[in-house]
């Protein structure tokens, strides 16, 4: 069974097992919690995480945040199930693509 995963806007996580879908809004990246959701979308479904055969994350364009989440979560769950990422196998480095450079603070003026 594929899990996919895609956190590339600013108010929703889209998950999908096979093509069972559910969409979680949430108002701001600080109120996501991405592995509770995918469990609790797993267990609606009656299934669990030795029952994924691969793992899809949509790597961009998106949110410096969400993408970078959703990603180290994808390739957290394929590297521990030693399933394939992106058609990629298991240990396979999945890079975000942000649309433009990621602007997450400021350069201080010295």
Excluded: C
């Excluded at 096979?18 to 959701?37: G, N």
């Excluded at 994808?74 to 999945?94: E, K």
């Amino acid at each position: 069974m594929k899990l996919s995963i895609d956190n590339t806007t600013s108010s929703v996580i889209r998950l999908w097992l096979d093509t069972d879908s559910k969409e979680i809004p949430y108002v701001s990246p600080r109120d996501q919690d991405l592995l509770k959701d995918i469990n609790l979308f797993l267990q609606e479904k009656g299934k669990k995480l030795q029952d994924l055969t691969e793992i899809h994350v949509a790597t961009g364009p998106g949110g410096f945040t969400s993408l970078r989440t959703s990603i180290a979560i994808a390739q957290a769950l394929a590297f521990g199930l030693q399933i394939p990422i992106n058609g990629q196998p298991p240990g396979t480095s999945i890079e975000a693509l942000y649309g433009q450079e990621p602007n997450i603070s400021k350069p201080s003026n010295k």
